[in-house]
């Protein structure tokens, strides 16, 4: 939101500190570098003594002596370990990596029992803290010693009870404490990035804290998450729209859902109402209407009604058992036939075989011999009556009896009418059979085919059933479809009523915070002004749940160094609310290098002077701490003690950040 400002006319509003806030959330009051971790001033590599308040760290350029010329030395100032020296801060409040992977393999292979250590002050607690570049040796910490002590100590705490309390001590008092989208808790992983740029980022947009190039192994967040830490850190947001967020989010994401399940689901309303009316050869109505069941039901109950009939019709015309009895009696008949035959036929042949023994001389001369009473074969007639032979039911002929009784001729001419009558049973039977058997096939070709026909008939009654079944399940499903895809266009209106209903509850808990945002655009444009000169004008934008930096001149100004200066105002702004105490920013903050693009050196000092001022504004120790790394060298007034912490130098190698080449 924009203010109305006299540019040149209106006085800037000084800075006041709350007393509430006497010192800063955390700050690190000395950093030493170790060959080893041992007592001795021989295995310390550097020893930096940090203040509260502004800290430079400055590493000038080389000036040649007679003069600048081709082919001299012209990187001393930025390969003096700047970036190395806030990298190692970083380190020791717990970032995982010290230096790029290429950086980090170099060091240690100069100081592979190497450590960092530091002293960091936490509210009023003092820890000492100890980090190895080797792997291996495991980080720890103390509480409440002096860092000569750390060597010497026996009882070390693991590390990550130092950042257990540094978590607590940054994160802990915000507003919001979980990210909308994910409920993800916030840590302190998310916000010390914003507190300390990677360098590598060249200070081109505010959101922009960490480079991939860094490999600074930081929680990667997008830009959504970005902007919800700084609105959280800077108290621009609360809990209460942060859950309203999560439920808008929800909202949205239902939304979406529903929008893309409803075509599907009309989709196949369609495609299973169009079957349904292909199986019954009928137009329908749309599914989605009452019409639709009660045709289709009413279709099928006829439908079923004719097939109930047919079952009963099917059922009243079945001659299968029936038939089936019929086909029993003629096999029954068959087979009496066949026995019949069978008799007559062994009859027959016994007779015919007596004729030809009383036709024979040869045959008369070998019955004569035979003794009396001599039976048929080698069995004797009442043994074949008890094995059931079928020849032995009648008296055998004694042809010795019939001789005494009759003359040969007689014998001869009576036996072969008894053969010739034989022969016409035969041939009687024989027909008799041929009848029994053409019938048995009639009858099983009429029991087969009433068979077949019900089977036949009961099959298609059976499809029948199954195909209105399906239909059945036809008619359900598309329904069911037309009616979720009803639901899901109604629940679309809904839920976009909800969705704007949940951006006007949000808009209206922003308005409530409208006052705190025009509070930090205040202070924000007070450190542009304080900068770029009181021609110019910076606001803080808010759009939804997003922050806009403007700076503005006649118009809005959008260069390489605007872009810089847009940059360092926010932070620095973040600082000096924190300070008076509004938010919860850390009072912590490091700029590695911040002159960048074409940003001139006049402004560029202002940085340092603007510092300077906050710490004129306090009667007792500066309730923050401002690390600032610098090749351009700063404002002569604060070339010395107290602001100079180190003074660094590319060549010679001793005066490097590890004092060697690497």
């Not at 009309?266 to 009660?294: I, M, N, Y």
């Not at 010795?400 to 036996?415: D, I, M, N």
């Not at 945002?517 to 803080?540: D, K, M, N, P």
């Amino acid at each position: 939101m924009a203010q109305l400002r006299f540019p040149g006319v209106d006085p800037p509003r000084p800075i006041h500190p709350d007393i509430k806030r006497s010192s800063p959330v955390f700050w690190v009051q000395r950093l030493r570098v170790l060959r080893e971790l041992k007592p001795g001033e021989e295995h310390i590599i550097r020893d930096v003594e940090l203040r509260r308040g502004l800290n430079i760290i400055w590493a000038p350029p080389h000036d040649p002596p007679d003069g600048n010329a081709l082919f001299e030395n012209g990187v001393a100032g930025h390969t003096a370990g700047k970036t190395t020296f806030c990298r190692l801060v970083r380190h020791v409040l717990g970032e995982r990596g010290f230096a790029t992977d290429e950086t980090r393999r170099r060091i240690r292979e100069k100081f592979p029992t190497g450590w960092v250590t530091a002293t960091i002050l936490i509210g009023d607690d003092s820890w000492l803290v100890a980090r190895p570049f080797g792997i291996g040796p495991h980080a720890f910490c103390l509480r409440g010693n002096e860092i000569a002590h750390l060597t010497e100590a026996e009882e070390r705490l693991d590390y990550q009870e130092f950042l257990d309390a540094v978590s607590a001590a940054a994160v802990s008092g915000l507003p919001a404490s979980r990210f909308p989208a994910t409920d993800e808790p916030m840590r302190r992983e998310h916000v010390f990035p914003w507190l300390s740029r990677d360098q590598e980022c060249r200070f081109a947009d505010f959101l922009e804290w960490r480079h991939p190039s860094s490999d600074s192994e930081s929680p990667a967040l997008n830009v959504e998450e970005r902007q919800f830490v700084l609105r959280a850190v800077l108290g621009l947001i609360s809990d209460v729209e942060r859950i309203e967020q999560q439920t808008n989010a929800r909202l949205v994401a239902r939304k979406e859902e529903a929008v893309q399940r409803e075509p599907m689901l009309l989709h196949q309303s369609r495609t299973d109402h169009d079957r349904v009316a292909t199986a019954l050869g009928r137009t329908l109505a749309p599914a989605s209407t009452p019409l639709f069941g009660s045709e289709t039901r009413i279709e099928l109950a006829r439908l079923t009604a004719e097939l109930l009939q047919r079952e009963r019709q099917l059922a009243d015309t079945d001659r299968r058992t029936e038939l089936s009895t019929a086909l029993e009696r003629a096999v029954a008949a068959e087979t009496n036939a066949s026995r019949d035959l069978r008799e007559a036929e062994a009859r027959f042949e016994v007779e015919q075989g007596a004729l030809a023994q009383l036709a024979g001389d040869a045959q008369s001369a070998v019955l004569a011999a035979l003794p009396p009473g001599s039976e048929y074969c080698s069995v004797r007639l009442t043994v074949a009556r008890e094995q059931g032979c079928p020849l032995a039911g009648a008296r055998p002929i004694d042809l010795v009896s019939r001789r005494s009784e009759r003359t040969a001729a007689e014998e001869l001419q009576r036996q072969r009418q008894l053969v010739e009558g034989l022969s016409r049973v035969v041939e009687n039977e024989k027909g008799k059979l041929a009848d029994a058997e053409n019938a048995t096939r009639a009858a099983r070709r009429k029991s087969l085919s009433a068979n077949t026909a019900f089977d036949e008939q009961r099959g298609r009654i059976h499809q029948e059933r199954a195909r209105l079944s399906q239909i059945e399940r036809l008619v359900h499903a598309a329904e069911e479809a037309a009616a979720q895809a009803s639901e899901l266009a109604e629940s679309v209106a809904s839920l976009s009523r909800d969705i704007k209903e949940s951006y006007a509850r949000q808009e209206q808990l922003r308005g409530e915070g409208r006052e705190a945002i025009q509070r930090f655009s205040a202070r924000f444009e007070y450190v542009v002004r304080a900068l770029l000169g009181t021609e110019v004008t910076g606001r803080v934008d808010t759009s939804g749940r997003s922050l806009t930096l403007v700076v503005e001149e006649h118009g809005k100004r959008d260069s390489a160094a605007i872009a810089t200066v847009r940059l360092l105002a926010f932070d620095l702004a973040a600082l000096a609310s924190s300070v008076e105490g509004y938010g919860s920013f850390p009072r912590f903050l490091i700029h590695d290098g911040p002159r960048e693009a074409d940003l001139s050196v006049d402004i560029y000092e202002r940085l340092f002077l603007f510092a300077r001022e906050i710490e004129k504004s306090f009667d007792a120790e500066p309730s923050f701490q401002y690390i600032v790394t610098t090749t351009t060298a700063p404002p002569t007034t604060l070339q010395g003690d107290p602001w100079l912490r180190l003074k660094l130098a590319g060549v010679p190698a001793q005066e490097r950040l590890l004092r060697c080449d690497l």
